[in-house]
């Protein structure tokens, strides 16, 4: 099993991940191994065809597919090429063979396992994350608890990354038909995940939902060492744009990592890292707002506002027009709140669109509360100098917002404009 671990690049050609965010922290990571399971006696599951060297083993075979972060794995699904479901070990069994894969590296390099050494080995396969990692970082005095570099004397980095990766994941392990052992097939699984939330600031997730940047989210890659080729698709939810996606680069220099760029829900970038995972495991996706979307509505509705307390100030007897006839203004002014509040619905959003989204609500409902405030005041009859006030008071803030919210589409509109006609035409 760890020569299976080690030269899983040798058998594993392709890795082809894709995460989809759904609703609020929830996300779908579907995984697809491009492989040829090993033909080695040593992974046959029954015991009794491990032992037999004489002829080839029969039944199924174990086959590791990837690193899964420990925790409760949910909607498990794993399938093989005719789309038939593949069983998994178990939490005891997946538990033994860690173990067992994990020890005998260690013997490989250090010799027999003293007494004192074992439960460290059992409590990096079977403890906690937290405690797995400290058992790791316990086993050297040097080693510090947040860092993979530990200096083991004697030990190389393959056992190391080892420890770690078996302290904060646990190895999933599924049961292959003899018949698909040694010949190239195509092995999937796929699972629910939770999408960890970005730290950004208020200021930057303003900028981001106006247009005028992108909004930074990571996404966890696991182990794209696994496979010779990495490969990873990330799709949102509309209105977002996936705009770019990078992946990590190792730290041997010899990784090539690609990239994407575009305008839709759904970007891909790959990978090569033939030698050693990266430090980072972490993926960058640059997220945007499609600007025909709720942008639009926020922008109708700021500039909708903005036109009526200017053409209210501006235009003689307009006001007096208004506050002669409260019934009819109530019910034009009104009327937009009302449709932009019913354009403003979120079920049913990922946490991400979520928060690109909350800054253009506001500004609608702001816009809103104006306008309604507006409608009171032509009721009540509010008195002077208040209501002049109030009116050029909301002016230019509905102002402010059709200006911030306008300023990335027009620059956006110019300098495709100016790509266009840069091109060179077809003769």
């Known amino acids: 099993m760890v020569d299976s671990i080690w030269a899983s690049s040798a058998w594993c050609f392709r890795k082809v991940e894709s995460v989809e965010l759904l609703e609020g922290e929830r996300a779908r990571r579907r995984v697809s191994l491009d492989c040829m399971p090993p033909p080695e006696p040593q992974l046959a599951y029954e015991r009794a065809e491990r032992l037999r060297r004489w002829r080839r083993p029969k039944g199924a075979a174990m086959v590791p597919l990837a690193f899964v972060a420990k925790g409760v794995v949910r909607n498990l699904d794993t399938e093989g090429p005719d789309g038939q479901s593949l069983p998994v070990l178990g939490r005891e069994e997946n538990g033994e063979l860690a173990l067992a894969a994990l020890a005998c590296q260690f013997e490989r390099e250090l010799g027999p396992i003293a007494k004192d050494v074992y439960p460290y080995l059992e409590q990096i396969v079977f403890g906690s994350p937290e405690e797995a990692v400290a058992a790791v970082t316990g086993l050297s005095p040097t080693a510090g608890a947040e860092t993979d570099d530990v200096e083991f004397e004697g030990v190389s ?3 190391i990354d080892l420890a770690f990766d078996l302290a904060r994941s646990f190895l999933l392990v599924v049961l292959v038909p003899r018949d698909l052992v040694g010949t190239r097939t195509v092995l999937k699984f796929s699972f629910d995940w939770t999408a960890s939330r970005t730290p950004a600031g208020i200021f930057t997730g303003v900028l981001a939902s106006a247009g005028y940047r992108t909004q930074p989210f990571a996404l966890d890659v696991g ?13 949102v939810q509309a209105p977002l744009q996936a705009r770019s ?14 990239g994407d760029k575009g305008l839709g829900t759904l970007i891909h970038a790959s990978a090569s890292y033939p030698y050693s995972p990266p430090p980072d495991r972490e993926a960058t996706l640059q997220v945007g ?14 500039l909708f506002t903005a036109s009526v307390f200017q053409l209210a100030l501006w235009l003689d007897g307009a006001r007096d027009a208004l506050l002669e006839a409260p019934d009819g203004a109530v019910a034009v002014l009104l009327a937009a709140p009302a449709v932009g509040i019913a354009l403003l619905a979120g079920a049913g959003e990922s946490h991400l669109a979520a928060a690109l989204l909350r800054p253009l609500r506001w500004i609608t409902l702001s816009c809103a509360a104006l306008l309604a405030v507006a409608s009171a005041t032509l009721v009540g009859h509010l008195h002077e100098p208040w209501l002049t006030w109030f009116w050029i008071g909301s002016a230019w803030l509905a102002a402010a917002f059709a200006t911030y919210l306008t300023v990335p589409v027009i620059h956006g509109t110019v300098w495709a404009v100016l790509l266009r006609r840069s091109e060179p035409s077809e003769v």
């Open 157 to 159: 980095g393959p056992l």
């Open 289 to 302: 707002v499609e600007a025909a979307s709720i942008r639009l509505v926020a922008i109708l509705v700021s």
């Open 245 to 258: 996606l990078s992946l990590p680069s190792a730290d041997d220099g010899e990784a090539s990592a690609g």
């Open 223 to 235: 182990d794209p060492s696994w496979a010779a080729s990495y490969h990873l698709d990330v799709r």
